[in-house]
Nanobody, 111 residues
């Protein structure tokens, strides 16, 4: 049972990235899924959540209007689209579901 994130990288301010989190070993369609992030020296914070069916989403105040969470239950994958990126979005991004954490993917926003 595992969650594996991918898609992080270095991007300039104002740029975009799409993160993916592939689940295996669990019945993915049963679970709400979330993205968190943790910047150096800061606590891990909730970025976005999507319900099991994808019918409802919620976002942290700092990313509302810029980030979009989505999922494809046929592919056992949850996504996070990051737009209008700012330097303060620099962090390790983690997905979470069914009490599991992925290993994280680094997003760095810098010119």
């Amino acid at each position: 049972v595992q969650l594996v994130e991918s898609g992080g990288g270095l991007v300039q301010p104002g740029g975009s990235l799409t993160l993916s989190c592939a689940a295996s070993g669990l019945t993915f369609r049963w679970y709400d899924m979330s993205w968190y992030r943790q910047a150096p020296g800061k606590e891990r914070e909730l970025v976005a959540t999507i319900t099991a069916t994808g019918g409802s989403t919620n976002y942290g105040d700092s990313v509302k209007g810029r980030f979009t969470i989505s999922r494809d239950n046929a592919k056992n994958t949850v996504y996070l689209q990051l737009n209008s990126l700012k330097p303060e979005d620099t962090a390790v991004y983690y997905c979470r579901g069914n009490g599991l954490w992925g290993q994280g993917t680094q997003v760095t926003v810098s010119s």
